[in-house]
């Protein structure tokens, strides 16, 4: 782990850093506000994380068009009525609400934990909605859904559902998202590749070795920042993402590897590391408000209902389970796994499943790679301040947010999600019925790459073993009702079969 994450209520603040040409007064109010002295931090720390997680998370302007839109008819979504999301348009949109979303966040929960679209969501709404429904129609039932999250976190059942939740299974999420986030930098930088056979499913690189040049410069980017890590050294990730980038864009004008396009198993991933033939862009902005609520005519009450349950659940909880990780890796949670304005940050990120539909960048969510910056020093939400600005920025310079390979951001992952997983050290292993839940939490979450899969077989095993093992005294009823609702998500395909939705 890293120096900043050592501090407790015992060692002495450090003493914020004075930005040149800052009036102390308006200084002393922003760190009053933020509580940067409070939690440990400084300035420096604070903009390095905030740079680092907009690093890390950079990829999405790039890979959410990819996933929504296209750049013709022929390789894009299409929807219902012949209609698709032109790439450009999207990585606009993308950018945009990333960056305001992450700076309502920051300003309001004032904590480091970055927004941008969500990635289950938006692979769900390509691949299964708008099959049934038209593009501003799917991004209707994402308003919707974001507008059942924020009554949720407003009326304050969200934060009881939260606070249900026992700590040992708080904890087990925050170790399940670092192994998930983990298997998300392997996969991404082709460490560990499909098999194409049923057993194994995936394997070691191509055929049991790393042959290509992009995964060898993952490997050697997970070197560098697991010595500067180890090391201590400050803004450890920042410079290793740098020094590896570097490297890559020498590689590739060397050997003109070139990017992959889901062809040559031997090529970079998302993008090439190259220097962009021009670096302004100006962004097309005509996807906002592109939104229509005629789902429910178009398909049927109960079949929209049931699009709209599959994105509320998949929302509520990969949002809460990413929360409770990153909070506890900040170590602003408390020993129930609770953090600051926990009821604020709830609300707001169900503003950004709003936001994200209105603007058809679909539902932006808090992003598990923003432990990058946690990792890196940032502990409030003025990290989250840098991190917006640049994602704004980003929708004039689109060009250089392609020049870090998804290989070198993958190494970063790797990195924070081994800081994750040293959480588990707090789990009780002597007790069994608390071994399996935890167990099936953390093993279930990069297994079937989703958060909200890992806390639903969490919580249904928690309540049932438990309550058998005669602990259903210590259970919260609530705890009882959403692991109801979550064997409701698990089996909603024969429902809707049954139903005919």
């Not at 969500?118 to 919707?144: D, K, R």
């Not at 994750?420 to 990069?446: A, C, G, N, Y």
């Given at each position: ?52 997680t907009f690093v890390t998370m950079a990829y999405i302007v790039i890979l959410n068009p990819l996933i929504l839109g296209g750049f013709s008819a022929d390789q894009a979504a299409v929807d219902v009525a012949g209609g698709w999301l032109p790439n450009g348009q999207v990585a606009a949109v993308t ?60 009326t304050g059942l969200r934060e009881l559902i939260f606070n249900a939740v026992p700590r040992q299974l708080k904890i087990a999420i925050t170790v399940g998202i670092g192994l998930f986030i983990a298997f998300i930098g392997l996969v991404d930088s082709g460490f560990v590749r499909a098999s194409g ?128 990780g990153l909070a506890s890796e900040a170590d602003v949670a408390d020993e129930k796994g609770n953090f600051p304005r926990l009821k604020s940050a709830l609300i707001v990120e169900g503003v950004g499943a709003v936001v994200g539909g209105a603007t058809s960048a679909s539902s932006n969510t808090v ?135």
């Open positions: 782990m890293s120096e900043t994450e050592t501090h407790t209520s015992s060692t002495p603040a450090p003493k914020p850093d004075t930005p040149a040409g800052t009036n102390p007064g308006v200084k002393a109010r922003i760190d009053r506000y933020f509580e940067i002295t409070r939690r440990g931090s400084t300035y420096g720390r604070e903009i390095r994380g905030g740079l680092v950018a945009l609400t990333a960056g305001v979303m992450t700076i309502l966040f920051g300003a309001v929960a004032r904590l480091p934990f970055g927004f941008a679209a969500g990635l289950g969501i938006n692979s769900f709404l390509a691949v299964s909605v708008v099959g049934q429904v038209t593009w501003p129609e799917a991004m209707g039932l994402v308003v919707i859904n974001g507008l059942i999250i924020v009554l949720l976190a407003s056979a049923a057993s194994p499913p995936v394997q070691l690189g191509d055929n049991g070795s790393v042959v290509s040049l992009p995964t060898a410069v993952f490997v050697l980017g997970l070197i560098i920042l697991g010595i500067l890590v180890a090391r201590k050294v400050k803004a450890a990730l920042l410079i290793g993402i740098v020094a590896t980038t570097l490297i890559a864009v020498v590689l590739e004008a060397i050997f003109k590897v070139g990017p992959s396009f889901g062809q040559n198993p031997d090529g970079w991933n998302l993008n090439a590391p190259v220097l962009p033939s021009s670096i302004v862009s100006l962004p097309d902005l005509s996807l906002v408000g592109q939104v229509s609520f005629g789902a429910f005519d178009r398909i049927g009450m109960l079949a929209a209902s049931m699009l709209v349950f599959t994105l509320v659940f998949t929302n509520f909880f990969d949002a809460m389970g990413t929360m409770t992003f598990i790679e923003s432990g990058a910056g946690i990792g890196e020093g940032a502990r409030t939400g003025l990290a989250n301040i840098v991190t917006g600005l640049l994602f704004l920025a980003a929708m004039f310079f689109t060009p250089l947010t392609q020049i870090v390979p998804l290989e070198v951001a993958a190494a970063a992952l790797v990195i924070v999600g081994a800081m994750m997983v040293s959480q588990i050290r707090f789990i009780d292993f002597t007790e069994f019925s608390i071994v399996l839940p935890v167990f099936l939490t953390i093993i279930v979450m990069p297994l079937t790459y989703s958060i909200a899969n890992g806390i639903g077989a969490g919580f249904i095993t928690w309540v049932l073993v438990r309550s058998f093992s005669g602990k259903a005294r210590e259970i919260s009823p609530l705890l009882w009702v959403v692991a109801a609702g979550f064997l409701v998500f698990f089996v909603r395909g024969p429902i809707e079969v049954l139903f005919g939705a």
